[in-house]
């Protein structure tokens, strides 16, 4: 019994101990399980979103046919009228046959860009993946991406490679397209479409293209490390290419061949050995042209075609490997009259071949460049010099309207008849002294008759009077932006080419409004998809401002003392202004008198702005001067261009707006902003470079007189000159003025042969002696 009893104990003992032990923790595995089963889910939800996704984006991806597939992949280019211009890699291509490819070039691409070529489906989900590792640690060598050789050529062949055009939506699209064209062609017929499609620099498309022309020869007599060079080019055929770049070249040679070697394509020392060869081995020293179009016409469009390849770079898109239509704004026939003058003897007698042009033509209705040169007699040169968007030469006096007289009537609300000082004039803070063409002065004057004679010293006082601030605001309205601060002297010379500059003078044609310039007016890539292009315009000025301005203009070539009287066309309405840029101090003893580095002419219609530059590309070089009788030549290639351009456009007058109101004075028709009859010249300075603040203490009546002698208290002027004026960087040239047209003398010189105030010619010292 007792027995029992001790072994009922223990028992209920051993029960005791173990439940007030510990209890085994259940809870934190099933927590485990659930987390883990909301991962699957989640992924698994995330596998099917990402499949319907792929396939919502298949459904609409273009279809891709054997001609797309085996067809160039050049960028045509049209003209206004829809005229290919152009076919940038459009070449007589040397196709060749897959049973004509060596199998050694066929084993280098495949082991560069798809090593597992052969067993994919098109896509390689393997490669994907191991792209994404080599490209976070490094190790790629340049040699591993996510794309098939499939895939490659399915986007040489349908797709933009703009970068703005790298969507899911388009990745999605491709890999999907490899997969059908893995399906409907056979390995080799995929390789041969290949090597026939892809871009090999200088115009080329195609390996067999590339083996004329580097090496004179076809791709059958190619050595391994030939071969291995092409196979590697298409990556960057630019920085592979063997004449221009041999170094990187090599190195990308040798890249193939190592990935041949592990591959097991070839051997380890037919790598070495290959690897041995010079770069430059075999190559040709004359390369065969494969330019398309003709010499004449890529000559005559060079620097516009130049222009629209940069524009279509600055928007994302790939000329060389993209397969674009592009359309352009270019009026041929406009192109062609204005090679024509540039570039034979039977509109102007141009002193040597060497005597450069630059010209841009815009429609002030919408900001097309419609025409564009940038030189003159340049022989063979592709894509050389753009002497037309250029911004190293100063402008001279042809920045009187943009960053003087117009601020001037926009800001302070000058008339036409506002008088301005004529008389001796010293830059504030220095002993620099400006001079007009004739070293004369004639006391006070009309704001007109210093516009239309291009006299120097009103308008840097006029700029006075504006200041820098609202100067430099105004300019940036008609797009100009400059890296450092303007000072006085850019008054009568600014740093723009004929682009910005004829873009500029548009705004005064078309009533005060600005469109940024371009060329390019549509885009349509591989799939088809078009992407249009069109300037916004900003207003920049009042309408009034534009109108008085123009008036203004007119006098320069109507007026018998104007200084554009060369660019006169009889019965056209048209304004314009001259602008010539002499020779510093240090420098005008060694070109005759009146000699100038650069000449402008820049006048407009109501249908056409056009700008025109000339002189020399080495200024400084003996005998590289513009003579005073040359500085006409820019206005008369505007006159032969702009009477060309008048015979198909409307000649109408300017309409006064109704801010603006006429009255005369000295039995002249001049106007004023409306309410603003005149404006008071009692003036004190206030700031950097004679800003000043104005104070009204009488007014004009608008039949008030002014006569170009009188000396009264509201002559615009800055009598106090306390302030300081920066000279340019010594690196730049000082802008300059232009003779009677325009220029300007200084009385000492810079730090720099270059870089100085100037001394003025006489374009028209037979009316202004």
């Known amino acids: 019994m007792s027995s029992n009893n001790s072994t009922r104990e223990t028992r209920m003992s051993r029960n005791a101990d173990h439940q007030s032990g510990p209890q085994r923790p259940h809870h934190g595995w099933r927590l ?249 081995n075999g190559l040709s020293s004359i390369h065969q042209t494969t330019a398309s179009t003709s010499a004449k016409t890529t ?159 009103p308008a840097i006082r006029t700029l006075q009077n504006v200041g820098i601030s609202k100067a430099t605001t105004f300019l940036k309205g008609l797009g100009m932006t400059f890296d450092k601060t303007l000072t006085l002297q850019n008054g009568i010379g600014l740093y723009i080419s004929t682009e910005q500059e004829a873009a500029a003078y548009a705004a005064f044609a078309n009533g005060g409004t600005y469109y940024k310039p371009y060329l390019v007016s549509k885009v349509v890539t591989q799939d088809g998809k078009a992407h249009n292009y069109s300037a916004t315009g900003k207003r920049a000025m009042s309408a009034a401002t534009a109108f008085m301005l123009t008036d203004m203009m007119k006098d320069v070539m109507t007026n018998e003392n104007g200084s554009g009287r060369s660019a006169a066309i009889s019965g056209l309405y048209q304004a314009g202004k001259t602008g010539t840029d002499s020779y510093p101090d240090d420098y005008a003893d060694k070109v005759p008198d009146g000699a100038t580095m650069d000449s402008w002419f820049t006048g407009y219609t109501k249908s056409y702005a056009v700008s025109v530059w000339t002189g020399y590309d080495k200024q400084f070089q003996t005998g590289h001067y513009v003579s005073e009788a040359e500085t006409k030549i820019a206005q008369e290639i505007y006159k032969y261009e702009m009477s060309y351009l008048a015979q198909n456009a409307p000649n109408t007058d300017w309409t006064k707006p109704s801010t603006v109101t006429e009255t005369t004075q000295n039995n002249n028709k001049e106007y004023y902003v409306t309410g603003h009859p005149g404006t008071v010249a009692d003036t004190t300075s206030t700031s950097q470079y004679g800003s000043t603040n104005t104070t009204s203490s009488s007014a004009y009546s608008s039949n008030s007189q002014v006569t170009t002698s009188s000396s009264s208290s509201r002559v615009s002027s800055s009598t106090t000159e306390s302030s300081s004026s920066k000279e340019s960087s010594s690196t730049e040239q000082t802008p300059g003025g232009d003779g009677n047209d325009d220029n300007t003398n200084s009385s000492s010189t810079t730090t720099s042969s270059a870089s100085s105030t100037t001394q003025t010619t006489d374009n028209n010292k037979d009316n202004n002696s």
């Open 299 to 457: 000559k005559v469009i060079d620097a516009y075609l130049k222009q629209v390849y940069s524009e279509l770079k600055a928007k994302g898109y790939n000329t060389t490997t993209g397969g674009l239509k592009v359309y352009t704004n270019l009026n041929m026939d406009a192109q062609q009259k204005l090679y024509n003058i540039a570039n034979t003897s039977a509109y102007i007698a141009y002193p040597s071949d060497k005597f450069q042009v630059g010209s841009t033509i815009v429609n002030p209705n919408n900001g097309k460049v419609v025409a564009m040169i940038g030189g003159r007699k340049t022989g063979n040169v592709t894509f050389g010099l753009n002497r037309a968007v250029q911004t190293g030469r100063s402008s001279a006096s042809t920045a009187k309207p943009l960053m003087d007289y117009g601020p001037a009537i926009e800001y302070l609300n000058y008339p036409t008849y506002e008088p301005v000082k004529d008389t001796a004039f010293t830059y504030p803070g220095t002993d620099k002294k400006l001079y007009d063409w004739d070293k004369q002065y004639q006391g006070t004057i009309t704001m007109r008759k210093a516009l239309y004679e291009s006299r120097n010293i």
């Open 32 to 280: 485990f399980r659930r987390i883990l089963f909301i991962i699957v889910a989640i992924g698994v939800f995330a596998i099917v979103a990402g499949a319907g996704l792929f396939f919502f984006y298949a459904q609409s991806a273009p279809k891709i046919t054997q001609s797309a597939l085996s067809s160039d992949a050049s960028t045509r280019v049209y003209d206004a009228n829809n005229n290919v211009i152009s076919r940038l890699g459009a070449q007589n291509r040397t196709y060749v046959k897959s049973k004509n490819i060596p199998d050694t070039l066929k084993a280098a691409v495949v082991s560069t860009e798809d090593r597992r070529f052969y067993q994919n489906n098109g896509v390689d989900p393997i490669r994907i993946l191991g792209a994404a590792f080599a490209n976070v640690s490094g190790s790629s060598l340049g040699m591993q991406g996510g794309s098939t050789l499939t895939q490659q050529l399915v986007k040489l062949s349908v797709f933009s490679t703009a970068a703005s055009d790298r969507t899911l939506k388009r990745k999605a699209q491709e890999a999907w397209l490899a997969l059908q064209v893995d399906h409907k062609y056979s390995k080799d017929q995929i390789l041969e479409y290949y090597v026939n499609k892809v871009y090999m620099g200088n115009g080329v498309y195609g390996m067999q293209t590339a083996a004329q022309y580097y090496y004179g020869t076809s791709l059958k007599n190619l050595s391994l490390p030939q071969l291995a060079l092409l196979a590697g080019m298409p990556q960057s055929p630019t920085n592979y290419d063997p004449t221009t770049y041999p170094a990187t070249a090599k190195k990308r040679r040798d890249l193939v061949l190592n990935a041949m070697a592990k591959n097991k394509v070839i051997t380890s020392a037919q790598a070495q050995e290959a690897e041995a060869v010079s770069i430059k």
